[in-house]
DNA sequence: CCAGTTAGCGCAATCGATTGCAATAACCGG
DNA sequence: CCGGTTATTGCAATCGATTGCGCTAACTGG
């Protein structure tokens, strides 16, 4: 089909290991310069282009790197592989996506079927804590976390601020008067879920409040579980004036239940949300929430473990915290005298 | 690193090429049922994996499929990806997955840089109808459409029964009274904006209703661009009750628009969507529109794109079309009298 | 002017799996 | 018992690019 390095040779009357050394910028200065650019044009007008098998048998690079997110119908994640991808492709490599569920099963299963395409790392969104793969996977492949940190190892990683961005929500409501807060948290096996929640303590005691009986956690991070979970918690202590979600979907979550309840969102009760997912303004009311810079969660990733794959050198372990943001909407407003 | 066919061969003192016959599916029968066993058992024992460079070098197959998609961050795509990941992910093939941002030249890039990676086929969500590549590629590829068809060249494709969608959202206003029933169709240089803006105008044709002066075409599909023009739209006539947008994010630029014309949905205004994309059930007004079955696009396209892999007899060119449903819910009503 | 570099390029092996062809042995019917 | 299948396996080439090694010629400095 398309021309190989075999076919430029012949034409050229030189040898296909002269012209593959002429057309790789990290050997051209072995050959003769005037070779090269023969070579280079040569190479273009038979449009060559190289065959990524045959070089990656030999090398055993593929260059392609596995990115294994749990549900990519979560609009938390397009955002962030897009950011991936952009970056990737730039340097020549290919993203492998696959879905995971959630699912320990399936995450081995997908990781074992990433690594028999012989990818050259992985970039994991997976949230899981207590992950017996990662350990092990670490040790036999470049990795970079994403969305999550590692309790265990220390892994490279890529993530929100936690501490930052729940001081944000917290302040805001307490601005706005408010002193009953509670926290619809996320799942405690997961990376963030148990962050957010430690980080939401902390930042309510510096104020001197207290969150005894005011924390729930959902065990997903379906609107649908958390609205079982709000719906418990708001009707166990009807003095809570403000809820932050550990995610949009929480949130959301909440602002049903509260409906549900009859008290209404923001007149009632201040909600706020967790990442500014994509129509998180126009929902009802327009959620008030931490905005998390998803593309560059991504293309940092890609970034870190580019930096593990070129490099020789063994570079220390970097844990990047992104600075997250608040966004200001409808669903909080300021405490009402009752 | 992992064991090879070689190793096994080593190991059981036969020769490579009959563990290879053994191991694949196809050629066991050439080999005798007791070394087939045999051979698996090593296989397994060694924990065997076959290096696809090595049989993609030699078939010239990757078993990868390019997938090709405006944007990975339009909702309506995710759901679309996954059917197709898990049907090929099922079949031993993974997809490559790119954006195009709806540009030309990305996308002959994007195009150039997966047919760099030898891919197998092509699955393309891209809009555009008159495209300069397709009738190029389909020649050098198997291809599948998705989420649009081809006018000029006839080409496999999975998409929604636009016509079908397009009655159901028209017939319910109809039903609920609406007589001066406009369009915010999308690009006329998308195949679905096209198909959309042809099925409103003859629906409206078959129940005695002029179309003249009621619709307008973005230029995009941005809920903004959505805003300008829907409010120039229902400014020009008031008469105007009913709206049926060519997406979601159109139906949602209206209802904006609506809104800043001081025209509450669905009180004076019904406005009804198109793909309902996650959340169209928790915007303000909960959006009335026609769900297309976005995983079953994937899944189907994936299932057509293998079959033209696997079989070598030449399938006649197959168009699926996938019914969508009404979902009926905040943002129509009843006409009511002025 | 000569020994010693160095630049430039060719040779050939290699990565791991696949496959047409050949070789051997077992087996069949007549 | 023999020519001819048939079943099973081995041999070796091949896919296309990479790379250690070695060869040749030019070039350098003393």
Redesign the interface.
Known sequence: ?SATLKDIAKKLGIHPATVSRALNPRTSHLVNAATVTKVRKAAAAMDY??????S??RT?R?HTIGVVIP???N?LF??M??GI?DTL?RAGY??????TDNDPDEEAHVVA?L????VDGFILATARRDHPLLADLSERYPIVLINRVSDSVQLPSVAADEQHGIRLAVEHLYGLGHRTIAHVAGPPWSSTGHERAQAFARTMRDHGLSTAKHVAAVDGWS?DSARDVALRLLSSDPSITAVVGANDQLA?GTI?AARALKRRCPRDISIVGYND???MD????PLTTVRVPQNEIGSEAARLILSQLVEDVVTPVKQVRLTPELVIRGSTAPLRAR
């Open positions: 089909m282009v190289p065959n990524p098998m045959a990656g048998l055993s593929s549900d990519l119908t609009p397009p955002g592989v897009r991808q492709s290919t993203p492998l996506l696959v879905n079927s690594s028999a395409r012989r609107i959301l049903a997912m994509p129509f126009i929902v009802d009311p």
